[in-house]
């Protein structure tokens, strides 16, 4: 009967090859089976891989900065940037790029907002492109999460996709608002909690 024998034709860069040996008792010759080499196991970025990856937790920026006043539009924006990560996995150099997509906003107060800009710093006069009013004085702390895709090339290759999404938070900007002032008064909020300027 036929029978595999342990590949070798001392040859290192050749294909595995096994010896078929023919059945017993017969004049056949013995043939040489060659096989395909598999190739090198590849790494594949995944989107729990991603989610363990450190890449930058952009916090909000606030304008004016640190505080704000009740009843009109206070500007917020970040910094947030596509960022590249270099890694090793399984031995080959691997390339992640991180592109933020979305950006969700806790303002403190009960309220959010989910945006796909990073809004701007702006000049007196223009219109905030991300913004909230508060109604209430008093402290607190603006979150914001940074969604990103990604992206990642094996040994200089191709850019593949990465499913799904990272999101990451950054630490907290504090912000104290304060009440708008509409009229002049004699007496404080404290002094006369009725007075016209007093009422919320």
């Known amino acids: 009967m036929n029978a595999l024998v342990s590949p070798s034709d001392g040859n290192p860069g050749s294909l595995p090859s096994y010896l078929c040996l023919p059945p017993e008792g017969s004049n056949g010759t013995p043939s040489v089976v060659r096989t395909a080499t598999p190739p090198p196991t590849m790494p594949v970025v995944s989107e729990s891989d991603f989610r363990k990856f450190d890449l930058p937790a952009p916090r909000a920026k606030v304008q004016p900065d640190g505080w704000t006043v009740t009843g009109y539009p206070t500007n917020m ?20 790029r991180a592109r933020p997509v979305s950006f969700s906003w806790d303002f403190g107060d009960g309220h959010t907002l989910t945006t796909t800009n990073t809004g701007a710093k702006i ?78």
């Open 77 to 96: 924006y970040t910094n947030a940037r596509t960022t590249t990560v270099n890694l090793t996995i399984l031995g080959f150099p691997v390339r992640v």
């Open 123 to 200: 000049s007196p006069g223009d219109s905030p492109s991300i913004s909230h009013v508060y109604t209430r004085s008093g402290k607190v702390r603006v979150v914001l999460t940074t969604h990103y895709t990604g992206q990642y090339s094996v040994a200089g290759g191709a850019w593949l996709p990465i499913a799904g999404q990272a999101a990451v938070t950054g630490a907290a900007t504090p912000l104290d608002v304060y009440r708008y002032h509409r009229y002049r008064v004699g007496h404080t909020c404290q002094e006369d909690p009725n007075g016209p300027d007093c009422r919320r």
